[in-house]
């Protein structure tokens, strides 16, 4: 019905890949436990994923990104810049801005993201 132009700076991997996050150190060095999720979508902006985790925007978190098995996990740092809570569940969604990351995954993750363009 209508055709809209892609808005998105980076294009973006719809592969699930597992990543591990925790919140970045507070000012007493203390931090917590990793968590593990899927994320469902990646680009050299940022991810996406869904966690039960109740974590508020603005949070900056350590990531490792399970990208390749050829790869070891790309580490990186990212700040939440959206959530939104599921009708009648626990889970939230959560958009990830990265902050901190190489130029060499963000070539990665666009050569990758061009591969799999449709």
């Not at 050299?44 to 985790?53: H, K, L, P, R």
């Amino acid at each position: 019905m209508y055709k809209l132009s892609e808005q998105r700076k980076h294009a973006r991997i719809t592969n699930p890949y597992i990543t591990r996050f925790r919140v970045n150190s507070n000012e007493n060095m203390i931090y917590k436990d990793w968590d593990m999720v899927a994320i469902v979508n990646l680009s050299a902006g940022g991810i996406f994923f869904y966690t039960v985790e109740k974590l508020q925007v603005g949070t900056i978190l350590d990531l490792k990104i399970g990208f390749s098995y050829t790869h070891p996990s790309m580490i990186c740092i990212g700040r939440i810049i959206r959530a939104k809570q599921h009708l009648d569940t626990s889970i939230i969604g959560f958009a990830i801005q990265f902050t901190e990351i190489d130029k060499h995954v963000i070539e990665l993750i666009n050569d990758t993201a061009k591969k799999n363009i449709k």
